[in-house]
């Protein structure tokens, strides 16, 4: 399986050939990963509609592979660089090849600065949702409405040029949609849910301007996954850590399949999957939802791991994000190599999205530079058995998707994200047994009030912080200090982009007041209103 053309070889050539047979396909585009965190969302959106997208590394990738290769379209994606700052990897003579090209966001500034435009860093920067105007009609925005929401992130800005076609702006980018020749460039990015017209750019773009005209069929993702895990594992032992959320409780979903269908010749009386959940700095309920549904089944055999003061010594005395995160991991790392020792595993298997790679900076492999957002803990680890991560290649909506294909709980497929590290990145500074407690205990108010008030379904996650800051505080007519804690919510669909939640006040100073009064330590209680760009949706 071709997963990153790098060279038109003769065996890139010969998979790529083998790919398109497999998808009854003559027609695909090729995708220049420039490293932006949302590159994987496009060669979603084309999967959906029926369009092979093969990852192009830009760094390798020249003119010559491009012609060989005879792609129907070419998108380049955003990134994190800046083509007059650190001008990206590409090599520019593809501009000139003559194929259907769109350029999307760092993309489209690289065939404007290419074709002369001016590109330059902007006074006023674009986060976040904005309003997309039309200036004139194209078959890129053929059926989307003059006046349509958009989501921009980006800090450079390309300027009106004699050079290219005026089709769309922003309030803070008068040149947000453009056309030069069989080039097409938009500032916003159309991959995200946040963007209304979504569905159909894509389509626009590969069936009325590429003109591909076989689009393949599509396919169980769910019984794809469950025939490649079942070749893979043939009934051999797989530890999974297993947190009660719904990305690892859909591996453990498909690894049930995939462990039938390979031991069917064979029975045994002993599972051959083992679940280990780790307790320590875990949300109040989330214990119980793994005994709840994976606790009492012959199929998996379910450890709980208390490491609660291993977690706090390695905590001990960091309080930057990162290092805690870091430290962290360390902890996991051990406790599952443990484990793994124990069962006599052949395999371990985590439940980690595409989301999780990219925002630690991995993902698609090419030479282009990607930002390390935040260091998960379920990537890049190297274990000491082979590790099965069915979901690498998902994100939280089509995870779900997957679960509910395979009959997971929509209990605990409906559950919020919760991150690896849990409650450590909720706590601003040191964590401490103290303020582990104090976190949980906040934690449960706020859900338990969002799920009483019919409010937990509506959003994607919420969470509460404790910040580093103090706040004067007055309780029963005396004086004192006391945390301020900072509840968010948001609004999302996979967890790349969000909105804010505006949750009623009469609920917030529901949840505000139960948690002064119910938890002494805590002085304030504050609510954060910040999209995802430009912040991120856990704390840290």
Same mark, same amino acid.
């Given at each position: ?219 169980? !993702?769910?019984?794809?996954?469950? =025939?490649? +895990?079942?070749?893979?594992? &043939?009934? /051999?032992?797989?530890? #999974? @850590?297993?947190? *009660? ?61 208390? !490491?609660?003061?291993?977690?706090? =010594?390695? +905590?001990?005395?960091?309080? &930057?994000? /990162?290092?805690?995160? #870091? @430290?962290?991991? *360390? ?210």
């Amino acid at each position: 399986m071709l997963t990153t053309f790098r060279k038109a070889t003769p065996e890139a050539l010969a998979s790529l050939s083998e790919e398109l047979r497999v998808r009854k396909a003559t027609s695909f585009v090729l995708l220049f990963s420039m490293g932006s965190q949302f590159d994987h969302l496009i060669v979603r959106e084309l999967a959906r509609i029926g369009v092979y997208c093969l990852v192009a590394d830009p760094a390798t990738v020249r003119a010559a592979d491009v012609r060989k290769a005879a792609p129907k379209g070419i998108i380049i994606s955003g990134g994190p660089a800046s083509v007059h700052a650190e001008p990206p990897p590409f090599d520019g003579a593809i501009f000139d090849i003559g194929i259907p090209t769109l350029g999307v966001c760092l993309g489209f500034q690289m065939w404007a600065k290419h074709i002369g435009a001016r590109v330059e860093p902007a006074a006023s920067r674009e986060f976040g949702v904005h309003m997309l105007s039309l200036q004139k009609s194209d078959p890129l925005f053929s059926g989307v409405k003059r006046k349509s929401l958009v989501l921009q992130s980006h800090g450079d800005k390309v300027f009106p040029s004699r050079n290219f076609l005026l089709l769309g702006s922003t309030d803070n980018a008068p040149v947000s949609a453009a056309r030069s020749a069989h080039l097409w460039g938009v500032q916003f990015h159309p991959e995200v849910s946040d963007t209304e017209s979504r569905p159909l750019l894509f389509e626009n773009f590969c069936f009325r301007i590429c003109g591909i005209t076989d689009p393949y069929p599509a396919g169980s !993702a769910a019984k794809a996954k469950v =025939r490649e +895990l079942r070749e893979t594992i &043939r009934g /051999r032992k797989v530890l #999974i @850590a297993l947190s *009660g959320g719904s990305d690892s409780s859909v591996v453990a979903f498909l690894l049930r399949r995939a462990q039938e269908g390979a031991s069917r010749a064979k029975p045994r009386s002993a599972p051959r999957l083992r679940g280990i959940y780790i307790r320590g700095i875990d949300r109040p309920d989330d214990e119980a939802y793994v005994h709840k549904y994976f606790g009492r089944h012959k199929w998996i055999d379910v450890r709980i791991v208390d !490491a609660t003061d291993e977690f706090l =010594r390695a +905590l001990k005395g960091k309080k &930057r994000m /990162r290092d805690k995160r #870091i @430290a962290m991991r *360390g902890v996991y790392k051990k406790i599952l190599e443990h484990e793994v020792k124990r069962f006599g595993a052949d395999f371990i298997a985590q439940g980690t999205l595409y989301t999780d790679l990219r925002e630690s900076g991995l993902g698609h492999a090419t030479g282009a530079r990607v930002a390390e957002i935040k260091v998960h803990h379920n990537t890049g680890i190297a274990f000491s058995v082979p590790e099965l991560a069915p979901l690498a290649d998902s994100v939280k909506d089509s995870a779900r998707d997957i679960g509910r294909e395979l009959g997971v709980p929509e209990d605990l497929l409906i559950r919020h994200p919760f991150p690896g590290p849990g409650l450590v990145v909720r706590i601003e500074g040191e964590v401490t047994a103290a303020r582990l407690a104090v976190a949980r205990a906040i934690d449960g108010i706020y859900i338990e009030e969002l799920r009483k008030a019919g409010l937990y379904e509506s959003v994607w996650q919420a969470g509460a912080t404790i910040t580093g800051s103090e706040h004067t505080a007055t309780k029963g007519d005396d004086a004192g200090m006391g945390c301020v804690v900072a509840l968010w919510a948001v609004w999302s669909v996979n967890g790349f982009t969000a909105r804010f939640a505006q949750l009623p006040f009469d609920f917030l100073d529901t949840v505000s007041r139960r948690i002064t009064n119910e938890v002494r330590e805590v002085g304030a209680v504050v609510y954060r209103i910040s999209d995802k760009p430009p912040a991120t949706i856990e704390w840290g």
